[in-house]
Antibody, heavy 130, light 107 residues
Framework: QITLKESGPTLVKPTQTLTLTCTFS??????????VGWIRQPPGKALEWLAL???????RYSPSLKSRLTITKDTSKNQVVLTMTNMDPVDTATYYC??????????????????????WGRGTLVTVSS | DIQMTQSPSTLSASVGDRVTITCRAS??????LAWYQQKPGKAPKLLIY???SLESGVPSRFSGSGSGTEFTLTISSLQPDDFATYYC?????????FGPGTKVDIK
């Protein structure tokens, strides 16, 4: 059974750096075709993808937030850490981590990757306020 | 960046209704689309991936279709547990975008 749980501060001050940890079980992030992503949701608003780290340590970021984000993994601890610098009140949101799977395929010697989030943590609300 | 739109933004329906939600991408994404259901205070739940593949454990009244830039999520007979907000999500070139959501509420 796959589970994910987010942890970190509930309150940060403007300009501070946010560090969130996703602790998971039921899978290994060293297995091919597996990733862990971060997605956030401001109160009453839509979901926004932030970052994803793949089993091979490849990392991808939202273009609009790339300069502020860093994602890392510790395979031995089954953890993924997201840091976001220079926090602002508009970053107030529930932050989710999620297991990502590759539903792609190979045909005629060409492989296509397609990633989606099939299991999510419960999320953690982070408020940015002085 | 690929932008996603959803229509309608809110949908009022009754139990037993057939419900259709549309998601459009600003450029072709082949079949690289997923649908999620989210209830208040809860994490999103995957319903459909690769446009039309039903996630394990999801009731068969949910179905997805489409390719390219236009996609639909259909609930064949709305159940009380289905009142929620639905999001589409595209994947393209190592980047993800979610749609703005469609809230399905009780008529």
């Amino acid at each position: 059974q796959i589970t994910l749980k987010e942890s970190g501060p509930t309150l940060v001050k403007p300009t501070q750096t946010l560090t969130l940890t996703c602790t998971f079980s039921g899978f290994s992030l060293s297995t091919s075709g597996v990733g862990v992503g971060w997605i956030r949701q401001p109160p009453g608003k839509a979901l926004e993808w932030l970052a994803l780290i793949y089993w091979d340590d490849d990392k991808r970021y939202s273009p609009s937030l790339k300069s502020r984000l860093t994602i890392t993994k510790d395979t031995s601890k089954n953890q993924v850490v997201l840091t976001m610098t220079n926090m602002d009140p508009v970053d107030t949101a529930t932050y989710y981590c999620a297991h990502a799977s590759d539903g792609g395929y190979c045909t005629n010697g060409v492989c296509y990757s397609y990633w989606y989030f099939d299991l999510w943590g419960r999320g953690t609300l982070v408020t940015v306020s002085s | 960046d690929i932008q996603m739109t959803q229509s309608p933004s809110t949908l009022s329906a009754s139990v037993g209704d057939r419900v259709t939600i549309t998601c459009r991408a600003s450029q072709s994404i082949s079949s690289w689309l997923a649908w999620y259901q989210q209830k208040p205070g809860k994490a999103p739940k995957l319903l459909i991936y690769k446009a039309s593949s039903l996630e394990s454990g999801v009731p068969s009244r949910f179905s997805g279709s489409g390719s390219g830039t236009e996609f639909t999520l259909t609930i064949s007979s709305l159940q009380p547990d289905d009142f929620a907000t639905y999001y589409c999500q595209q994947y393209n070139s190592y980047s993800f975008t979610f749609g703005p959501g469609t809230k399905v509420d009780i008529k």
